[in-house]
């Protein structure tokens, strides 16, 4: 639309290794049958780049979904954890330098020295609105917390931290005392199981949770989390936050931001959804057997 073409540097990282996080690779490129030379140019988030031909319009970088959700969410602080309940579901810690653990991703924070370290799963809406397909409708709320069976939510591989697309869905443990409501809460909290595995494997300590992203409107999905992981759950206000942070990197093009730091004052927290504690107990003894059931082996 300006004459040249530019991408963000989030966009330019998930081609890793043809551009290894300081600029493109020569020798990844050439790997592909491509040089340096044809690749765009990439620039920070929020940047103006340029105006659309023939218009005073500002063309601005600016990110991928989940970044644009985490400029404006508020987890900046070590031992922030943030959780994107999307169709993917994504969860990064917080941590004040980097490490590098098998299975984990760990990329740089849009906070300035902060890294994050965590990853993307299938176990978000993919998996849920799967189940609400195939399952009779009922109310997890209802559900007795000692007659829950265990989902294994892989029904299209896993991605971290096994990075295994042949990875399968199971259900453990299903009786005759089971119902549908029963059977739905088991899916919401294999969603919950996997944001606590992938705090733990990380090693970092979690001292608060942030969820954001269109299932933070799902209650049974958040009151899961909440009980899967024994923590509160704060929910953001705008549950569109990528949307949010894409109206804020463009407000940063066309001048009216200074920084990516400025958009902490758009973080704002609707409520705290509080773990129950009668379900504490039994979620702790399901979560032990997913553990088991998925298996330790990592990629």
Not at 205 to 229: D, K, M, N, Y
Not at 238 to 249: D, K, T
């Amino acid at each position: 639309m300006a004459g040249e073409p530019v991408i963000d540097f989030a966009t330019a990282v998930t081609g890793l290794p043809l551009f290894d996080w300081s600029g493109w690779n020569p020798a990844a490129c050439a790997d592909c049958g491509a040089s340096v030379a044809q690749t765009p140019r990439v620039e920070t988030f929020g940047s103006a780049i340029g105006q659309v031909h023939g218009t005073d319009a500002v063309l601005g970088t600016g990110a991928i979904d989940a970044v644009c959700e985490q400029i404006v969410a508020g987890a900046d602080h070590d031992g922030d954890v943030l959780v994107l309940c999307g169709t993917t579901l994504i969860v990064w810690t917080t941590i004040a330098e980097p490490r590098h653990l098998p299975g984990l991703w760990t990329i740089p924070h849009t906070a300035a020295g902060k890294s994050q370290i965590g990853g993307a799963s299938n176990a978000g809406g993919l998996f849920l609105g799967w189940v609400d397909r195939v399952v009779a409708p009922g109310d997890p709320a209802a559900a007795d917390p000692r007659r829950v069976p265990v989902w294994l939510p892989y029904i299209r591989g896993e991605r971290t931290p096994f990075h295994d697309p042949d990875r399968r869905a199971l259900l453990d443990g299903l009786d005759l005392t089971q119902d549908p409501a029963s059977v739905r809460r088991a899916a919401f909290e294999a969603s919950g199981f996997v944001v606590r595995r992938l705090i733990e494997l990380s090693g970092a300590p979690a001292l608060r949770l942030v969820a954001s992203g269109g299932g933070t409107r799902v209650q049974p999905w958040l009151q899961a989390i909440a009980e899967a992981t024994g923590r509160p759950v704060q929910v953001a206000r705008v549950a569109e936050g990528a949307a949010l942070g894409a109206a804020f990197l463009g407000r940063m093009a066309a001048g009216l931001e200074s920084s990516i730091t400025d958009a902490a004052r758009w973080a704002s927290i609707e409520r705290a959804v509080e773990p129950r504690p009668e379900w504490i107990g039994p979620t702790k003894e399901r979560y032990r057997r997913f553990l088991e059931l998925s298996g330790s082996k990592l990629a």
